[in-house]
């Protein structure tokens, strides 16, 4: 799948931290439930490989991927345990060089016109904008439109149902990323309902 394709999946895709494993199961059934059908798990924490591992393996109809993916290994180790994609926080030269040459799909974080200029230079068509209120936002996206009409974005940081809809308004604006939709504290009472209460809200509430 293009990193675009992957973009198109849902307006909202969903930024994990999973802390144990046994609740990767469980909380992309309430996503799915709730009507998001893609999720982000960051390799912030020892958790995230088997939980990417679990979810590929065993709810196919979940697009799971990684975030926080900074280097190379991380990223053939993800495609090898089954993630459909890698997000990073940045951009370099060795996660392009490696998604270019495994054909692996790949969402890099910009913050600057020389970043998408670099993405571009790889044939990338899909960016997140990270972090997307701190580096202007609204106001940045808009002046990317300008120069790189053709670059779509997904951003995250700092994005949440108050300001969702002014990003998902810009057409350069594919889908929008964030952590709120998955609050660590119902991942860790078990509260999986709430998750598939707070994706339903904010599925219904994009203008
Ligand atoms: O880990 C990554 O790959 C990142 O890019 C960082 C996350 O996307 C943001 O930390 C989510 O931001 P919030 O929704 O404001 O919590």
New binding site residues.
């Given amino acids: 799948m293009k990193a675009t394709e992957i973009l198109g999946i849902s307006p909202i895709v969903p ?1 994990v931290v999973l802390e144990d494993p046994k609740d990767a199961l469980p909380l992309a059934e309430a996503l799915l439930e709730g009507g998001i059908a893609v999720m ?1 798990i ?3 924490s020892d958790a995230a490989l088997a939980s990417i591992e679990a979810i590929a393996k065993e709810l196919p109809e979940m697009n799971v991927g990684a ?3 900074v280097n190379a290994e991380q990223m053939l180790k993800v495609r090898d345990l089954g993630g459909n994609f890698s ?3 940045g951009i370099s030269t060795g996660l392009l060089d490696c998604a270019k040459e495994e054909g692996i799909p790949f969402i890099p ?1 910009v913050a600057t016109a020389s970043e998408v200029m670099l993405a571009m230079e790889y044939g990338i068509e899909g960016c ?1 904008l ?2 997307a ?1 701190a580096v202007g936002g609204i106001e940045l996206l808009k002046g990317f439109a300008g120069p790189f009409g053709s670059m779509k974005f997904c951003p ?5 149902l108050a300001n969702m809809n002014d990003f998902l308004a810009l057409p350069n604006v594919l889908c929008v ?4 939709i998955v609050p660590k504290t119902s991942v860790a009472e078990g509260d999986f309902s709430n998750i598939t209460s707070l994706c339903k809200t904010a599925l219904e509430a994009i203008d």
């Fill in positions: 930024v982000e960051t390799l912030r975030g926080t993916v997000f990073s926080p974080g997140k990270f972090p209120t995250t940081g700092g994005v949440s990323g964030g952590s709120w």
